[in-house]
């Protein structure tokens, strides 16, 4: 989808004129280490949507940054993880096929609570993603860090793991150190013409963020089995004289559990659909009418059939 920006001041050429570059970026790590708040704080948007809930991001979703000197792809993917389900498998799939494809991946770790130590995940997602593609370091979520001398043992012990390209303290939720990261993004990319038009923001149309918005909320107010049980799929877009009219069925595997998204009188269904609405009206710049269905759907994350139909796995 395309999004006219209006962040005031025009760009200016840069100084430099140096090449211009162009290119794919993967974001690459751990479940819920940071990768979509990493996105969002480089695209100045909240497209991806996150969630204390591992799992959040299923699908790669591509955000197109417009730099007066590069154009960056940055492709969020799920968090790659012990699988469980088909889901879970699909989701692996997904993330190492991103790194393999990109021209730089950003490798993304946070800081660990207590002893700095290096997570056994990232050892092993590293040597999974193998060493073809330049890689940047980014180290997340250093807010949570005091005592910031704590992090250099942390940061030489993971400078020890690979030749990385450059190693980035950040913190994606206050934007700290962000830019830094693109601009070494930017160096390693290859000399190219911009691929994408201006004011394009994603390869994906806004239905897919519909979907996404409205799983969002139901992230954020469910707990256990919930967050992985529910799909959401959007059964009719229309715009209709400056108005969106959208309607989306909530998938869940059992009835309990379609009882708890409803909640009492419908409160729950309610809250989220405001939630979710409010979402899409800030990403259209438009009025919308949403209506919410919740339907069991038993097993469709163990279906494959079912997994295809709801736009996950391949
Ligand atoms: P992903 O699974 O790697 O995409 O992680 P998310 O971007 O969904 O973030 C997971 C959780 O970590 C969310 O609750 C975020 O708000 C939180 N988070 C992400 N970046 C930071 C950060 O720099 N500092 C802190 N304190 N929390 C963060
Ligand atoms: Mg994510």
Known sequence: MTKKRSTGKPSLPTEKNGPHRSGTVAIVGRPNVGKSTLLNAALGERLAIVSPVPQTTRDRILGILHRPSAEIALL????????????????????RNAAA????????????????????????????????????????????????????????????????????????????????????????????KPRFDD??????????????????????????????????????????????????????????????????GGEKLKAIGTAARKRIEALVDKKVYLSLFVRVTPDWTDSEKRLAELGYGK
């Open 101 to 192: 494809e990109a021209d730089v991946v950003v490798f993304v770790t946070s800081v660990p609570m207590g002893a700095p130590r290096v997570h056994p995940g990232d050892r092993t997602l590293l040597a999974d993603i193998g060493k073809d593609v330049p890689t940047i370091l980014a180290v997340n979520q250093i807010d949570k860090i005091r005592d910031k001398s704590l992090l250099l043992p942390l940061l030489e012990e993971l400078g020890k793991l690979r030749d990385f390209a450059a190693i980035v303290p950040i913190s994606a939720l206050r934007g700290d150190g962000v830019d830094i990261v693109l601009d070494e993004v930017e160096k390693l990319l290859p000399e190219g």
């Open 199 to 264: 004011d394009t923001l994603t390869d994906r149309p806004t239905r897919f963020f519909v979907g996404e918005f409205v799983r969002e909320p139901i992230l954020m107010s469910t707990r256990e089995e919930i967050p992985h049980a529910i799909a959401v799929e959007v059964v009719r877009f229309e715009e209709k004289g400056g108005t969106v009219h959208i309607d989306a069925t909530i998938h869940v595997e059992r009835d309990g559990q379609k009882r708890i998204v409803i909640g009492t």
């Open 76 to 95: 969020d993917t799920p968090g790659i993880h012990k699988p469980h389900s088909r889901l879970g498998r699909s989701l692996n799939r997904t993330a």
